[in-house]
C-alpha cells in the first residue's frame, strides 16, 4: 500500500476498518516522563518494556496513545501538571479553592481527597474537559522538565472506529471530518437504523482492543475483525457472515435490491467492502470517542519526532493568550497555529495504484486506464457548467491536463495537445524519447458533454470505464515537445 493523491476524498471501509493515508495528520503523546522515554530512544508500549507500571495508560499495555488535536494535548499536559504541582506542594487546597470559587463547606469536603481527584474538583467547577486520569502514582520523582507533548506524523494505514454515530455528533477538534461528511448522512437512509452505518448506530465490537492483546500476545501480528466473536458463534443460530453484514448495513429488507449478495458496495465515495480480511496490527489505529484518543500498536523512534512542547512552552503561550495571566488549565477554545488537526483530515482510499506493464510505451499506459478513468472522474464530478469557469466550452482541456499529471506521477513523460477536426479538441500525449516513441491517450467529449463549438453542457450520470479511454500509437516528432 502507498500514497495514492488521485482518490483522494474516498471512503474505504474494509470489514470493520477504514482506510487512512499515513503521514497526512499529526498525532500528538503526552507525557510526564520526557527523561524516561529519552533515555529509551523510542516511545513504545508497557508489554514491549516488559514493564508492570500501569502508570497514565490503566489497562492498555500493549499500545500507545496520541491525541488528534495538539488542544487537547495541551490541556492533558497543564492537567496533568497541576496534578504534580499538588502533589510536590507547589499548589495548595486554598490556592485551587480561589480559583474554583470553593467555600469553607466545600474546602472541609474535598481536602481529604488525592491530589488527582482535587484537581478534578477545580475541572469540574470550571467546567473544563475531562482528560480522565486515574490515580497519581505516576507523579513520583519527577521534574518540571519531564512534562512535554510528542508530536508525530501518524504512521497507521488503517483507523477502527466503533461508533461512527457518536463520532459524527462531535462538534470538538478531534472529530475526523470525513467521517461526518453529508455521503455518510445519506448512507443512513439506505441501511438499517441499528447498524454501524445506520442513524440509530450500536457500533462495533467494543472489545477489539481486548482481542488485539491477547492476538500479540500469542505472537500474532494481524487481526481480522469479528474472528473472536464468530468463534462463540453458534451454528444453529444462522449464518455468520448473514450475521457480519447485518452488523455493517443491517438485514437485507432495509437496504437497495441491487445491494443483494454484494460484497463490495459502492455508494457515492463511499466503498463498503464486507469480504473478510485481515489488519496487520501495527498499521492500525483505534480511535477512543470517550476520551478523543488514538490508541497504535507500534513503537515510535524518537528520531521520527516531528516537534516536541515542554510545559513550559505550553504555560508560556496559555499566558500570552489569557491577557498576561497564566491560567489554570488550558483554555480549549485556544488554536496553536500550525497543528494539524483531525477535523481537517480527509480519508482516502488504499487501493493498490497500477504500475505501469508493458513492452512498448502504448502497453504500459493502456495498463494505467482504470486509474486514468479515476483522474478524468475526478474532473468531471466537479464540473458544474459554471459559465465563468468555462465560458460555454467543455472540459476536454482540464481532463487532458489530469492525465498529463498523473502520467509524469508514473514517470511517464507527457504533455497536453490541442487539434481542431470539426471542433477544436485537447488530448494528452505520452512520449519516451530514449525510445523514441509516442501515443495518443484520450476520452472522446461525446462521452461526457454534448453540444458544439464553444458552447457545450454536461451530460449528467456519466462515469467513466476503461473502454472509454483510447491509446495509440503516432510518430515521434522531437520538435513537439523535446526541451
Known amino acids: 500500500m502507498r500514497d495514492n493523491p488521485w482518490m483522494k476524498n474516498q471512503l474505504y471501509f474494509r470489514y470493520g476498518f477504514w482506510d487512512l493515508e499515513p503521514n497526512a495528520n ?13 533515555d529509551s530512544a523510542e516511545l513504545s508500549s508497557r508489554a514491549s518494556r516488559n514493564s508492570k507500571v500501569e502508570g497514565l495508560g490503566g489497562s492498555h499495555d500493549v499500545s500507545v496513545s496520541y491525541y488528534g488535536s495538539l488542544n487537547r494535548a495541551a490541556f492533558t499536559l497543564m492537567y496533568l ?16 479553592a480561589e480559583v474554583a470559587g470553593w467555600d469553607d463547606d466545600l474546602i472541609a469536603i474535598v481536602e481529604r481527597q488525592q491530589p488527582h481527584e482535587l484537581v478534578d474538583q477545580v475541572r469540574m467547577s470550571l467546567g473544563a474537559p475531562n482528560p480522565i486520569v486515574l490515580g497519581d502514582s505516576w507523579a513520583d520523582g519527577l521534574t518540571e522538565d519531564d512534562f512535554a507533548i510528542l508530536c508525530f506524523k501518524n504512521p497507521c494505514k488503517h483507523l477502527y472506529v466503533q461508533d461512527l454515530l457518536k463520532l459524527s455528533r462531535r462538534s470538538d477538534d478531534t472529530t475526523i471530518k470525513a467521517l461526518t461528511q453529508d455521503s455518510i448522512q445519506e448512507l443512513r437512509h439506505n441501511v438499517a437504523p441499528r447498524c454501524y452505518f445506520g442513524s440509530h448506530s450500536d457500533g462495533l465490537d467494543s ?3 481486548h482481542e488485539i492483546r491477547n492476538l500479540l500476545h500469542k505472537g500474532e501480528s494481524q487481526i481480522t475483525y469479528g474472528e473472536a466473536s464468530e468463534r462463540s458463534w453458534h451454528s ?29 458496495i459502492q455508494f ?10 485481515p489488519v496487520t496490527i501495527g498499521d492500525l489505529c483505534l480511535y ?10 507500534r513503537s515510535m523512534p524518537m528520531s521520527d519526532i516531528c516537534a516536541l512542547h515542554t510545559i513550559r512552552d505550553i504555560l508560556r503561550e496559555a499566558k500570552e493568550r489569557n491577557g498576561g495571566v497564566e491560567p489554570f488549565f488550558w483554555d480549549m477554545g485556544y488554536d496553536i497555529e500550525g497543528s494539524q488537526s483531525w477535523a481537517d ?55 487532458a491536463d489530469a492525465i498529463v499529471d498523473y502520467l509524469q506521477s508514473r514517470n511517464i513523460d507527457a504533455i497536453p495537445f490541442s487539434q481542431q477536426i470539426d471542433e477544436v479538441h485537447v488530448f494528452t500525449i505520452a512520449y519516451d524519447e530514449n525510445t523514441r516513441e509516442a501515443c495518443e491517450i484520450d476520452i472522446s467529449p461525446r462521452i ?29 516528432e522531437d520538435d513537439l515537445w523535446a526541451d
Open 448 to 476: 461526457y458533454e454534448s453540444g458544439s463549438g464553444y458552447s457545450w453542457a454536461k451530460i449528467e450520470g456519466v462515469t467513466f470505464e476503461p473502454n472509454h479511454v483510447w491509446v495509440g500509437p503516432i510518430d515521434f
Open 81 to 96: 501538571y497541576r496534578i504534580w504541582q499538588v502533589k510536590e506542594g507547589i499548589l495548595t487546597i486554598h490556592d485551587l
Open 26 to 38: 499529526m498525532m500528538y503523546h503526552v507525557t510526564p516522563k520526557l527523561s524516561a522515554i529519552l
Open 207 to 209: 472489545s477489539i482492543y
Open 345 to 399: 483530515f480527509e480519508l482516502s482510499t488504499w487501493e493498490e495504484p497500477l504500475e505501469p506493464v508493458g513492452d512498448t510505451l502504448c502497453e504500459r499506459v493502456a495498463s494505467l486506464k482504470p486509474e486514468i478513468c479515476v483522474v478524468a472522474q475526478e474532473v468531471y464530478d466537479e464540473w458544474d457548467e459554471d459559465e465563468f469557469e468555462y465560458f460555454g466550452g467543455g472540459i476536454c482541456h482540464l481532463i
Open 288 to 297: 477512543h470517542q470517550g476520551e478523543q484518543e488514538f490508541q497504535i500498536f
Open 268 to 277: 457515492k465515495n463511499i466503498t463498503i467492502d464486507l469480504r473478510r480480511q
Open 236 to 264: 444453529g443460530w444462522g449464518n455468520y457472515e448473514d450475521r457480519i453484514r447485518e452488523v455493517f448495513i443491517g438485514p437485507s429488507y432495509y437496504y437497495p435490491k441491487e445491494w443483494y449478495g454484494q460484497d463490495v
